[in-house]
């Protein structure tokens, strides 16, 4: 008699490297993605017994992601996952749920139109497109895009126990790494034409960074709503976003040690050491007003 | 109006680096943790209007950790962690949920007993501890534990389509970094003793590696599930295990291009290169018959 | 008698995260710098005995980072790390050599002038500066700079053995990350006034990433080649220039297996398999006729 | 007229990821190897014209790397180097020196003799090989392997200046990360044997760790010194060790603030905070009386 059962359970190639070069004349344009395949469905007998009869190899998961690379191409990221979504449950009917999860590096041209490029290095863009057989689910996202305000941050008036030795500031470095992922309202229903994906994600990451910038500060998770807020205002079809923001320490230098004043706004500059460990570490989602809560509190890339 | 509303939130301090010494005359004892904190409560105003009214700064947890480690002492991961998680939730009336993530290292002694430490660099062993006021609830783990069978592994019969070139094989190496968490029973009632987390703790990794070792594989989702099984059928607290198992390739490498046989079972041995990305990715939770699935299905850490 | 004697030896303080902000009204400017100190001298005691007599601590080199920062700025990394180098064997009679090396992060600015800062996350800036008394040698670089030419690279025409299997190409993708350093002749002689480094470094990006663009290449090392004779050419003060260069090979996916063609020039474009290891490392120095070679074989960051 | 001309070049594959297992019965036996390829020579034409009449393809390097795998097995990272440097000087006239760098990751064995192994995760083992045609050069080393004196260790009696600010301290934790490399005099003579490359690795880490555990530091100097100088002492055929050691620092915890006394030898122990960056970085050569000093000051693996 069994003791054990299976419960949630999914399987794919991860981290399949993908570069699409597609050339115009002499101008190329280049797509670079890390893609990630998930499916779940009818698995339990390979986990009892071993019997690979409803397991699409992930091999094959990996060949085709290349093959669609060249069959239907990179429109985008969300839209080269929603097709690959679709087809991994459309193809095998023991599969009943797929989920694709794109990394998209980004380059800049070195000079005009030409088959050139630097890979910019900022922020790596995230896509998420899950599909169960009825609707899909698109999160866009992204990570590792690092934001500093020298100024414009304050942290006071906050709770006291008997560990509490920070002092308060009224100027402060407020710097962090954002990871976001935010969730489309569009489900893929048929009359319904995807939005813009590439322009989407442009107008949240301008929306981040300019709620950044333009927040003054009096505790990052109060940036972190506002930035939240922006996009979902300035998209119609964003029902939630999630973020985890290090806070990424600045400590003023103490400088008396050794008979120095270091002011945050002495004319010569102030001088701050980046720590590495341990950092704050803020997360919540912002809902629009009535949507559903569905992206993970814990966010994950791959 | 408010457009956006604020949904699940969390802050605190990552990845407090403790060490902690204790002489027992020459002899010396060491624990070596990565603690994170993270906090939820009555936390709209600080998102709304940056009021910090409510927050105990995260500078304030981790003093926190590092007093708790010298006033409570660290009897093992999942102890220290229940000690921080109760206290925060109890300590302030506007904080509803405290989880406590650890990270531990291990160290075995050079040479006799004494002062002198080598860090194992096997597995890091994980604890999350979290306490909603009521019910605590632990859940053990370890991560990057790589195991590696060089025979006793199959892989056929299993589904194809069109992009499915992969061959069969009766003989392959199976390899991969055992990320695992496993939840247990015990809620800290106040009538019920904590399980010994140290050799439970042993006890699971045992098993794991034992049941890798021992099953004549077909699939690595088999394989898994008789891991999840072994640590629930030897714990009668553990009530469910999740896996995170990426299939670490080992190719046979093709050598009748310059004139060679390479064959498995050869007398003078066989080559496999190692590949890093893609790798396949299986992942699924193990439950006790009757147990509810409360770990999620993507595994994080800190 | 001792059987072994000490030989070439340095200490100081590692990475050291200095962050400098200097307010301009309300525009603030910023400079992100990781600094580590080294520094030789008459050390034997503290090796043979442990007599520290001689040892400036290295917390002593990491407050002077910091305190430097404030008293005399840091105009480049170049310029900081001749004053701290400068200072080091000025200031302690017993220590001949100091060699500074920098990392320097880029920043954005988010919007116009202003407090708020976006990481430009492309290359990391390095410079290098060592003084021994009576020269000053400063090696500039950088590191972890993506390129990629999607065509205008060909293979062929190699040596052969038995163990060569590879197919010649006459169209390819060429990408590296260049990491690359080079050598300046000033010395920091009285009355010869510094380079600006800044603009030197710019020309020196700018011509390592036109060359890698404008090359029609027939192999990394001829790109490499004219990549650093432009670096020579366009700026005097150069003596010489190394590369490490990563060939990241991209595979044209092999397609037939599926019944697909994946040709390069394909109206529909070609999909590539991005491969992390093994790769090419191909490795040179390029000199100014008649100049020293003085830069390292194997380049080192820290 | 040219105004560059080429300097020292390398060029070959890097991080050939290799694992052999040998069959033994049913007791199996592996060996997981990172080899890089790095060959010199008449390399002038593919830097200046790009032909590559004399560039034997890095790819053949990498099949090389598999096949001698297979053909001659893996005696040692010591002996497999040398097998495939002598090979590329040998095998190719325009060849004039090739280096072999070796990273081997150690498997202990699941359960008693068989086919299931779990990584041990301590210290990489490094070798590295260099064929001039004429001699061999034997390098063999270890990184990663992080050691910690809980006491018998202190610092104090050092230089000051200004900027000195650290209070002395006559029990402190003493940790590093060891990385090392030490030359061997072995010189691939045809009448002299080489050495038990096993053997020798395994008495040098042995006597490294002893040297740390059983020196009473009054600088990490002086444990380094020690280290160094029982390696050459118990092996006659080491003429050189180098080491490079970050002190990590772990920092007693200044507990005062909240009321509590942090003490090293408090009978319910002391609590560290472990540090991340900066750090100390201590790099010295030991080397045998009448040596010669060849490893190069900065350690590099691959």
Redesign the interface.
């Known amino acids: 008699m ?22 115009d004349g002499t101008t ?3 797509k ?1 993605l890390n893609v ?1 395949v ?1 499916l779940s469905g009818e ?1 339990d007998e ?15 998961t ?3 992601v ?2 669609f ?3 239907h ?1 990179i429109a985008s990221a969300e839209d080269f996952a929603t097709v690959l979504a679709r087809h991994f449950v459309a ?2 009917e ?1 599969i009943h749920r797929a989920r694709i999860r794109v990394e998209e590096y980004a ?1 800049d041209r ?2 005009g139109p ?10 790596t863009r995230l896509a998420q497109v899950t599909f169960d057989g009825g609707h899909v689910e698109v999160v866009s996202g992204l990570k ?9 941050s304050e ?12 002092p308060e500031t009224h100027d402060r ?1 407020l710097a962090t790494d954002v990871s976001a992922r935010w969730r489309h309202g569009w489900t893929g229903a048929p009359d319904s034409p995807a939005p813009d994906w590439d322009a989407s994600y442009a107008r949240a990451k301008t929306h981040i ?2 709620a ?2 333009e927040t003054y ?3 990052l ?2 940036t ?2 506002r930035m ?2 922006r996009v ?2 300035q998209d119609p079809d964003v029902e ?1 976003i ?1 973020f985890s923001l ?2 990424k320490h ?1 400590f003023l ?1 103490d ?1 008396e ?4 004043k ?1 002011e945050t ?1 002495a ?23 009535g949507a559903e ?1 569905l992206i ?5 890339t ?1």
Chains 1, 2, 3, 4 share one sequence.
């Open positions: 069994p003791t054990t059962v299976l419960g949630q359970n999914q399987y794919g190639k991860a981290e399949c490297r993908v570069v699409k070069v597609v050339r190329h344009h280049i670079d990630s998930s698995m390979v986990h009892y017994s071993g019997s690979n009869a409803n397991v699409l190899p992930t091999d094959t990996k060949n085709t290349y093959a690379a060249k069959e191409g193809g095998q023991q380059w070195i000079g030409g088959h050139s490029f630097v890979r910019t290095g900022q922020e590792d895009l690092t934001v500093l305000n020298s100024t414009g942290f006071w008036g906050y709770a006291k126990d008997t560990y509490t030795t920070l470095i960074l300019q950044f910038a500060s009096l505790s998770q109060q972190m709503f939240g807020t979902i205002e939630e999630r290090p806070n600045h230098v400088m040690r050794f008979g120095l270091n706004d004319p010569d500059g102030a001088v701050y050491l980046a720590a590495d460990r341990p950092y704050g570490l803020i997360e919540a989602t912002i809902l629009r007003d809560q993970p509190a814990d966010l994950t791959l």
